[in-house]
Structures are given as C-alpha cells and as structure tokens.
C-alpha cells in the first residue's frame, strides 16, 4: 500500500508563497508519475500539476508561469512551489501517485488560503 503524506499548507497573503511537499512511502520510480490536485467545496478536483518518472512536467493553464512542481527522489517527496498566489488559488491541494492499471493513491490534503 502506497502512502502519500502533504505537508506545507497555510495561509498566505495575495502574492505571497508557499511550497507543499508530498512524501511517498515508496520509491518514486515505482510510481509511473505524481502531481497535485486541488479542490474547492462545490467543485470538482482540478489538475495543478503532474510529474511523471520521466521528469517532464505539466501544468493547469491557471497557474503555468507561478507554479513549479519538482521531485526529489533520494527523498521519496514531490514538491509543488507555489508563488503569486491569488485568492483564486484558495483549495485543499492533495498529492496523489499513479500507477498505470491501478487506482490513484491520494493524500489526506492540506488547505491553501490566501487572503489579505
């Protein structure tokens, strides 16, 4: 069973940062690619950013340019940068892993708000 465990939420004021960091329980190779969801009460989840083993990466149009999603594989931990934030980017952010075939493996979430 993979484990998938976020960290780094909080508040932030508009235009400010936050970095999340999302650490696996197994080796990140093992995993066909990782990324972040995010998701606000009423709405569906909505793709921020993925990462597959290969290194490339793949961003939501909304936050191509502010966003910066990265992998450190001695660590077992995705990260996802985040700056200029907008209140728009207000969510609970969870990490998920991907193994073809198979369900998603999800994090518990963490909440992002900006807010002034």
């Known amino acids: 069973q993979v484990q998938l465990v976020e960290s780094g939420g909080g508040l932030v004021q508009p235009g400010g940062s936050l970095r999340l960091s999302c650490a696996a329980s197994v080796s990140l190779f093992s995993l066909n690619t990782m990324g972040w969801y995010r998701q606000v009460p009423g709405k569906q989840r909505e793709l921020v950013a993925g990462i597959p083993s290969s290194g490339s990466t793949n961003y939501a149009a909304s936050v191509k340019g502010r966003f910066t999603i990265s992998r450190d594989n001695a660590k077992n931990t995705v990260y996802l940068q985040m700056n200029s934030l907008k209140p728009e980017d207000t969510a609970v952010y969870y990490c998920?892993?991907?193994?073809?075939?198979?369900?998603?493996?999800w994090g518990q979430g963490t909440q992002v708000t900006v807010s002034s």
């Open positions: 998920y892993g991907r193994r073809y075939g198979r369900p998603d493996y």
